[in-house]
């Protein structure tokens, strides 16, 4: 089970009676999981962990057992119920936490909300585990035009949880020339990418595409559709951060997203048009195959994805803040002056587009499919 719930009791109360009572409020909860009652020696393994705080007199069990146990990044969620003071423990409990500026929350109220809040909890839980075991890279160096775009390595080693390692772009390009003759170029660089990630052991990464039209005569466009769409973080230009945004959205919603520029903004409307020449081939309805915008050469990808809701997404490259706002994709556009794939975004707030113009973080963002803005804010907070 991905969720587990332990156990706090004062040992002033009958624990027979207790328990009792303890089965019938669990058994109004909605959601899988696994009771594993005072028994903390499986503490940790499930994707989220949370303590019933069952009766007032535990503050100082629970100090006693925090302190013991190793410290994750993890918010320690403590179950409460209407009965036996608990709400009252909870309460102190998760004040002396705050105190020492560890994370938590208290999940209180009926049934059909603690089930919801619990799941929503799991939701997050699991994107957290999944970033901290991923690991990621840089292929070549940032694009010479990402002035904005440096990351602060300890504040991202502090958020994310690991370093960016660094693998040479002439491993590519070696890799490259090891791909049988007969492939068509844009294939052979695909091939020559997931070798390399492959024998680094990583699955996340960035690359200085634009490095390959010179020394590969194409591009990287269709070799990160894929690696996207089988299941890696594959970004462009060597933006770091748009890479760990795209890591975050995967481990959100199931797919890297859609890494673009924004093109135009129509503030009345509250419209932004977003344009990339590569998208994840698992996002789109269709795609078809085009030139690199702005060489004219190699393979680029026109993909046309569901409209429908979407969040545009972007991470600051020290971590201390995030752009994550909702709207609808109104409109797959095909125009001869913007990269291949382009979106017509609507957002929900009109005002949203304020902050392309005045306080931006870096030039490219994801979108992702669906809502997501509500898991983002909490994971990144």
Known sequence: MSIAIYTLTSPLHDKKA????????????????????ENFSTWGQSDLDIIFVRTGGTENLFKKR?????????????????????LAAS??????????????????????????????????????KSIL?????????????????NIDEEAIKAKIGFYIKVIPIRQVEKAAGKVKLGKEGAEQIYEALKSVIEANGVDAFTIRCFDLLSSLKNTGCLALAKLNAEGYIAGCEGDIPAMLSM???????????FQANPSRIDTDK?????????????????YELDTHFE????????????????????????????????GKLV?????????RTQQKIRFNDKGATKYFLTNPIGNHHIIIPGHWKKILTELLA
């Open 133 to 149: 075991n991923s690991s990621a890279a840089i292929i070549g160096s940032p694009s010479d035009w990402l002035i904005a775009s």
């Open 270 to 286: 509250g419209e932004v048009v977003f344009a990339h020449c590569t998208i994840p081939l698992n996002m789109v309805e269709r």
């Open 66 to 86: 925090h302190m013991e146990t190793p410290k994750t990044r993890r918010p320690v969620y403590l179950l409460s119920w209407g009965s036996n003071n608990s």
């Open 247 to 257: 890591l975050i959205s995967r481990a959100v919603s199931g797919v890297s997203g």
């Open 18 to 37: 207790l328990e009792e009572a303890t089965q019938a409020f669990l058994s109004t909860l909605t959601v899988p999981f696994t009771y594993r009652g």
């Open 91 to 128: 309460m102190e409990i998760l004040s002396w936490l705050r105190q020492r500026e560890t994370k938590g929350e208290i999940i209180h109220g009926t049934p059909e909300h603690i089930s919801s809040v619990i799941a929503e909890k799991e939701q997050i839980e699991k994107a957290r």
């Open 295 to 326: 060489s004219g050469i190699g393979v680029g990808i026109r993909g046309f994805m569901k409209e429908g809701p979407v969040t545009v997404f972007k991470l600051a490259p020290d971590a201390s803040r995030f752009f994550a706002e909702e």
């Open 331 to 339: 409109e797959n556009l095909r125009e001869s002056n913007l990269c």
